[in-house]
């Protein structure tokens, strides 16, 4: 059974930083692109940031410089670490997995809440 349980979300000020984590369990972790995805109240679901099995990153522009993206293979884990945080980044965070051969074979956690306020 594949379940990916995110841990790490919360309430923080402006301009803190807050880490997200990711444990993949049930895929061969090396055969997934993993992924941070985000939808605020209102909005779409949108990618924040993924990462491939080689370690390649790629970053929304709204995050650029402020979010990193990571993956440790041993552990089957995901992190996103997330500094300089603004309002805009109120969202609840979920993480994907996305199969690298076969489109469409995505999975999906049940997200983490963070809130970014004074």
């Known amino acids: 059974q594949v379940q990916l349980v995110e841990s790490g979300g919360g309430l923080v000020q402006p301009g803190g930083s807050l880490g997200l984590s990711c444990a993949a369990s049930g895929i061969v972790f090396t055969l997934f692109t993993m992924g941070w995805y985000r939808q605020a109240p209102g909005k779409q679901r949108e990618l924040v940031a993924a990462?491939?099995?080689?370690?390649?990153?790629n970053y929304a522009d709204s995050v650029k410089g402020r979010f990193t993206i990571s993956r440790d293979h041993t552990e089957k884990m995901v992190y996103l670490q997330m500094n300089s945080l603004e309002p805009e980044d109120t969202a609840v965070y979920y993480c994907q997995a996305a199969h690298i051969l076969r489109g469409g074979m995505d999975y999906w956690g049940k997200g983490t809440a963070v809130t970014v306020s004074s």
């Open positions: 990462i491939t099995s080689g370690g390649s990153t």
